[in-house]
């Protein structure tokens, strides 16, 4: 089944996002703190006066966020530019990306393989030239945990 997608990455690694669950891709601006927050939470980013909280997915999937650049020195510059931004649990929510590669429609969608047991991972596609993991973002976080998120931003 062929399914369009938002290519994005994390790192070296890509990733993919059914584009129907994405709602808007914003460049990342100011970020606002919040207190007490779960360590894979960036903060808070308002778009059109809506607080959205963000989360880190290079914390959530476990990735290093520090990239080695062609030079072999240590870069930051492309870490977290931009948001997707989605609906998880009846909530917005946005994911950082470091950055934007396609949209493309991804056919030939393998399942993870057996050892893979995270349940956001929908699947795999291997392209001639990389790969591709392709996420379910209802996936990426509990329910419970978009209700605690919602419960950080309302205090």
Do not use: W
Request: aromatic content about 4%.
């Amino acid at each position: 089944m062929a399914v369009q997608v938002v290519v994005f990455s994390l790192g070296q690694e890509e990733y993919a996002m059914p584009i129907d669950v994405v709602r808007e891709i914003t460049r990342l601006g100011e970020v606002s703190t919040i207190p007490n927050a779960p360590s894979y939470v960036c903060g808070l980013i308002t778009i059109r006066g809506v607080a959205i909280p963000l989360i880190d997915l290079h914390v959530r999937f476990g990735i290093d966020p520090i990239k080695m650049t062609t030079e072999g020195s240590d870069s930051q510059e492309d870490q977290n530019t931009f948001a997707l931004i989605t609906e998880v649990h009846g909530n917005h929510v946005g994911f950082a990306v470091d950055k934007l590669r396609e949209v493309r429609i991804l056919e030939n969608i393998v399942p993870p393989p057996s050892l893979v047991t995270d349940p956001f991972i929908g699947g795999v596609v291997n392209l001639s030239d990389r790969i591709i993991i392709k996420l379910i973002p209802e996936q990426i976080l509990e329910s419970d945990e978009v209700k605690e998120l919602g419960q950080l931003i309302s205090h």
